[in-house]
């Protein structure tokens, strides 16, 4: 859980005064709040941990960290899918 | 060297190896702070690959593993309550209490949640104004602007059947307690990259300066350890110690102030627990009593619950980098991922974990079947 997965930032709104983002993690898409960067734009990538976009970055590290994710067979887990259920043994 | 094939630029990988082997003329002992490094390191065999004289040390940086077993108790005794919803992120499921986990509290008709952010706690007590809503809020400082702001909007939303049990850590009292610990064999740390991309890295120049060790911000992925460990390699073998960032394409000298800011207005200081290691001053955060009305601690009266740790497990050692997870006697045997016996058999960055799923039982590497 203390890993960061990076996403790209797809629709922007306002719940109550708190910014909130759409993101897509490769596919898999999540609601995400912006408040400690609220000036991330759509199209922009950020590291998000447990649904706070924490820090923004490139494109293209994004991409290449989102790929290990993927290879490693851990992106579901970080995302909060299928949570210990299955315990790899 | 089946291993350098799974980096993703297994070339630069090669020359980054060659590279530290070429500067490495003394022994070295070097923590890895976090336990997605730790992860990081074991799969790929970074620490096999190395020369000899680079021994890597697994640091306590898996929030998971580290929480208190009183605070597993607690947890355990509020998600047994009738009218109460209890929300956790998943790793803890599994974290054994004394007696059981909340897997079981849950398969005994709890009501038992996983959320993956704090904030779909916030609006589960919105939808169930008639439940009490808890969110165990544990982590470190990654972790922790997260939780705050769920507090920080339930309370602007004035939701007063949402409550969380909160049990957060600090890397830098963690550091300073190995560093400065008589028995300590750390030459160098790699410090947190994603923990240090919230709170900067100003927080580690005095440890620098008070310990004599340098310490390198690092991020998580191979390539990103590895030019950790070159980093503070060349500084050991240069005499120098200072703090560096290896991890600039995310982490700022300042971090991320407005969540800091949040943390601050939420949280304050005080000393704290952790599991197998035993108590560190001043290296947690507890709820600031301007938000007591959302303490669930105060709230199901479990203040007092206080549990001794179980003699068998030697998690704390691990923690502690004193032996490896595959010296522990019940390594593999009577403790796996599926009856750990500790939190760090459990959580999917704990060493013991790492270990078991990566290597032998005599630490040895296992065939990793590369997809």
């Known amino acids: 859980m203390c890993l960061a997965v990076p996403g790209k930032i797809l629709e922007i709104r306002d719940d109550r005064g708190t910014r909130m983002a759409t993101i897509d993690f490769d596919g898999i898409t999540k609601e995400i709040c912006l408040a400690y960067l609220p000036d991330m734009e759509i199209g922009e990538y950020a590291i998000v941990h447990v649904g706070f976009a924490i820090s923004r970055v490139d494109e293209a590290s994004a991409l290449e960290t989102l790929q290990m994710f993927k290879d490693l067979g851990i992106l579901e887990e970080e995302l909060g899918i299928e949570p210990t259920e299955e315990l790899t043994s | ?371």
């Open chain 2, 1 to 371: 060297m089946k291993y350098l094939d799974e980096f993703n630029d297994p070339t630069l990988a090669k020359s980054l190896f060659a590279d530290i082997a070429r500067i490495t003329t003394k022994k070295w002992s070097i923590m890895e702070v976090c336990g997605g490094q730790t992860h990081a390191i074991i799969r790929n065999g970074i620490d096999q690959l190395l020369p000899d004289a680079i021994e890597l040390i697994h640091g306590p940086g898996c929030p998971v593993c580290v929480t208190p077993l009183g605070v597993i108790d607690k947890a355990l005794e509020i998600a047994s309550r009738p009218d109460v919803i209890f929300c956790s992120f998943g790793d803890m499921l599994r974290v054994p209490g004394s007696n059981r986990d909340l897997f079981q509290v849950k398969s005994e008709g709890g009501d038992v949640r996983v959320v993956y952010s704090p904030l779909d706690a916030v609006k589960l007590a919105e939808e169930n104004p008639d439940s009490e809503v808890v969110f165990f809020a544990i982590g470190f400082e990654t972790t922790a602007p997260a939780n705050a702001m769920s507090v920080h909007q339930a309370k602007q939303r004035g939701i007063s059947n949402f409550s969380v049990l909160v049990s957060h850590v600090l890397v830098p009292p963690a550091i300073s307690a190995i560093a400065g610990a008589p028995n300590s064999r750390v030459d160098g740390f790699l410090a947190a990259g994603h923990v240090c991309s919230v709170m900067g890295t100003w927080q580690y120049g005095p440890l620098v300066d008070e310990f004599d060790v340098p310490i390198v911000v690092t991020g998580f992925e191979p390539l990103d350890v590895l030019e950790g460990i070159r980093r503070v390699v060349l500084q050991l073998e240069a005499g120098t110690a200072e703090l560096e960032n290896a991890y600039p394409r995310v982490v700022s000298n300042n971090g991320n102030v407005p969540a800091q800011q949040m943390v601050e207005d939420v949280f304050e200081v005080c000393d704290r627990q952790w599991r197998g290691i035993g108590e560190i001053p001043q290296s947690g955060w507890r709820l600031s009593s301007r938000y007591s009305d959302f303490d669930a601690e105060l709230k199901f009266d479990v203040v007092d619950i206080d549990s001794p740790e179980s003699e068998f497990c030697r998690s704390g050692e691990v923690l502690q980098g004193l032996i490896k997870p595959n010296e522990c006697e019940a390594f593999g045997t009577v403790c796996t991922p599926r009856k750990p016996l500790g939190a760090t058999m459990v959580s999917s960055e704990g060493a013991c974990a790492a270990y078991y799923q990566y290597r032998r039982l005599d630490g040895s590497p296992v065939e990793v079947k590369v997809g």
